[in-house]
Every structure is written in structure tokens, then in C-alpha cells.
């Protein structure tokens, strides 16, 4: 059965159109079905809204570290590692998880580099996109007073074993790394897309030896002990 191309029409009026152009009548449930398909168009996976749905993301993202950052400044600082190659590691994560993107998303920059739109692959980049930014929310909160932007130990810093980091050191990681995923996911180009990703390797690997030696010099044989039960970035892989 072929029915003419139509506009949003109701279940009934589906039914008569198709009726009355000449076609066996599809029924009650045909007519649903039909009626549901030309909804779902109106929700398909489109560059604008895989771009959108990267925005919400990134909104989301500061919207839940800037209170945390705000209590951060208030709380006195031990022992401070923000150097030269402290501040290029985040500078470099940064371009790659906003800038670049960033970029993309309002200029459509660099436009040579568009791959073609795969609209499953980009529905899939809510599924690492939500799980980001539920595992950044949960680490500030396990971390409380302990958590700092840089590489800080604060006054009366605790070792925190509990709520994710009781599975693994750096879920803020793991997060940065699912959120570069989620980019490469909705946005269709061959360099706003991997570049979170990259940004988020960089930050791992330059940033967490330094970050783990100096938890070390804190706590000693209390945070050796703490590594020997936890992976890093995935619980019981890695």
C-alpha cells in the first residue's frame, strides 16, 4: 500500500486519504503506525540539533562545577602545582573539549572536514553524554572540600574512599573522557568531533603521575594501599 505524501494529519483523516486515492485502506493500526513515523521525522537527528544537543551538554557541565568552583575559592590552600605545564595541560584540554567544538557549533568550522551524518550514532551521544555529567556531579560532591580546579592539596585534605572514588581514583577523568566520546558522537566532523577526546587523553596523561605523587607524599602508605584496591578511569579494568 502506497499513501501520498501528507503533512501531520490524525489517525482518521490518515485513514480516508489513503481511501480515497485509489488505496486499500490500511486500517486502524496502519494508520497509527504511519501517524507515529511522521512524528518521529519531526525529532530526526539533524547537524543543528546533534550541535544543540552538544550546547545542552556543555551548559549542563558548567552549570554543575561553577558552585563547586565558587566554594572552592574559599577554602585555604596547603600545597599548590600550578606551573607553566599545569596551566598548558589545561589550556590544551580545553581547545579540544570547547574550543574547537565551540567553534564548530557556531561558525560550522572547519566545514572541509564534515563526515556524513549518521543519525543512530548520534542519538547514541546522549547515552556518554548523561553518564558524564552524572559521574562529574557525583565526583564534586564525593570530593566536597577536597576538590580544586588545580593541582591543590588543601587544608585538612582527606583521602575520600567513598561514593565512586570506593571503585576508582579519577572518575573526573573518566567523565572528561565519556564527554569527549559524547562529542565525537553529535558532531559530524573529522575535527570538532575527536577533539575532546584528544583533550581529554592529554589531561590524563600529563596531569595524573604528577597528581598520584603528590597524594602519595600526602598519605603515604595509606593512598599505596588505597591503589592497590581501585583502578583508575573504569572500575576493574583500567
Not at 31 to 54: C, D, I, Q
Not at 88 to 103: C, D, E, K, R
Not at 182 to 203: D, E, H, R, Y
Amino acid at each position: 500500500m502506497i499513501c501520498p505524501k501528507m503533512g501531520p494529519l490524525s489517525v482518521q483523516s490518515l485513514r480516508w486519504r489513503c481511501m480515497g486515492s485509489g488505496n486499500i485502506s490500511v486500517g486502524n493500526q496502519g494508520a497509527r503506525n504511519m501517524a507515529a513515523a511522521a512524528a518521529f521525522e519531526g525529532f530526526a537527528m539533524t547537524r543543528m540539533v546533534g550541535v544543540l544537543l552538544w550546547s545542552a551538554g556543555i551548559a549542563g557541565w558548567y552549570i554543575i562545577r561553577y558552585p563547586f568552583e565558587r566554594r572552592a575559592k574559599k577554602i585555604g590552600v596547603a600545597r599548590s602545582i600550578f606551573d607553566r605545564r599545569e596551566s598548558s595541560i589545561l589550556a590544551f584540554a580545553f581547545v579540544g573539549l570547547f574550543l574547537i567544538p565551540g567553534l564548530y557549533a557556531v561558525t560550522g568550522f572547519p566545514a572541509a572536514a564534515e563526515r556524513p551524518l549518521v543519525p543512530v550514532v548520534g542519538w547514541l551521544g546522549l547515552v556518554p553524554q548523561a553518564t558524564a555529567l552524572w559521574l562529574f556531579r557525583r565526583s564534586h560532591l564525593d570530593l566536597g572540600r577536597n576538590w580544586s580546579i588545580s593541582l591543590e592539596i588543601r587544608d585538612r585534605h582527606a583521602l575520600v574512599e567513598t561514593g565512586v572514588y570506593r571503585l576508582i581514583r579519577h572518575p573526573m577523568y573518566s567523565s572528561f573522557f565519556l564527554l569527549g566520546l559524547a562529542q565525537l558522537l553529535l558532531l559530524p566532523n573529522w575535527v570538532a568531533g575527536p577533539s575532546g577526546i584528544v583533550g581529554a587523553a592529554v589531561l590524563y596523561a600529563c596531569r595524573v603521575g604528577r597528581e598520584e605523587q603528590m597524594m602519595l607524599e600526602r598519605f603515604g602508605d595509606h593512598y599505596r594501599d588505597y591503589m592497590a584496591h581501585t583502578k583508575q578511569l573504569i572500575p576493574w579494568i583500567i
